[in-house]
T-cell receptor, first 118, second 114 residues
Framework: GAVVSQHPSRVICKSGTSVKIECRSL??????MFWYRQFPKQSLMLMAT?????????EQGVEKDKFLINHASLTLSTLTVTSAHPEDSSFYIC??????????????FGPGTRLLVL | AQSVTQLDSHVSVSEGTPVLLRCNYS??????LFWYVQHPNKGLQLLLK??????LVKGINGFEAEFKKSETSFHLTKPSAHMSDAAEYFC????????????FGTGTRLQVFP
């Protein structure tokens, strides 16, 4: 089956520092990856859609300069939380869609990264 | 516009008894519907999906869901709960021809008692 990994699984950082989270599709190519944010005991909210070789598309209310997304290859997308603050603490989850399929294809989710900003 | 409502935030059952997790959706166009499970501090795992084929969808781990257009429902069921089923379950809707925009329900936490 399609496997998506994320690294790191957990990160603690000081306020003002930047944190990079990696999302990899391990056994398939993913032209499109997605980044979600999940607050404690809440549902997932789509932050942005990451397309290989082009700029990411951000959802309304998500600061593109705060959450930098780079999709440099067909198997890797990165999310960088710049100048992190305590309110950025959250569970960040990525997903990937198989390149061979169209927009109707299933998204496969990574295990998530828990970010804690002190 | 699309939306999904999970009617119960918490469901508790005894091991070996049936599970019913309720989900109602709203969609202007033909929807795709999914159920995902999330165990604590883990990512989401796809249980099953409906994409306009058979209305009764069988998924992994003995779960199934029935798409009822007249009731705009997609309830998740399992005949006999197992302790390992304890987790958070999300009902998700999208357009059938474009699943890039997934709309998540607020989730139902399933507790299974021995």
């Amino acid at each position: 089956g399609a496997v998506v990994s994320q690294h790191p699984s957990r990160v603690i950082c000081k306020s003002g520092t930047s944190v990079k989270i990696e999302c990899r599709s391990l056994d398939f190519q993913a032209t499109t990856m997605f980044w979600y944010r999940q607050f404690p005991k809440q549902s997932l909210m789509l932050m942005a859609t990451s397309n290989e070789g082009s700029k990411a598309t951000y959802e309304q209310g998500v600061e593109k300069d705060k959450f930098l997304i780079n999709h440099a290859s067909l198997t890797l997308s990165t999310l960088t939380v710049t100048s992190a603050h305590p309110e950025d603490s959250s569970f960040y989850i990525c997903s990937a869609r198989v390149s061979s399929g169209g927009p109707g294809e299933t998204q496969y989710f990574g295990p998530g990264t828990r970010l804690l900003v002190l | 516009a699309q939306s999904v409502t999970q009617l119960d935030s918490h469901v508790s059952v005894s091991e070996g008894t049936p599970v019913l997790l309720r989900c109602n959706y709203s969609s202007s166009y033909s929807p795709s519907l999914f159920w995902y499970v999330q165990h604590p501090n883990k990512g989401l795992q796809l249980l099953l999906k409906y994409t306009s084929a058979a209305t009764l969808v069988k998924g992994i781990n003995g779960f199934e869901a029935e798409f009822k257009k007249s009731e705009t429902s997609f309830h998740l069921t399992k005949p006999s709960a197992h302790m390992s089923d304890a987790a958070e379950y999300f009902c998700v809707v999208s357009l059938s021809y474009n699943t890039d925009k997934l709309i998540f329900g607020t989730g139902t936490r399933l507790q299974v008692f021995p």
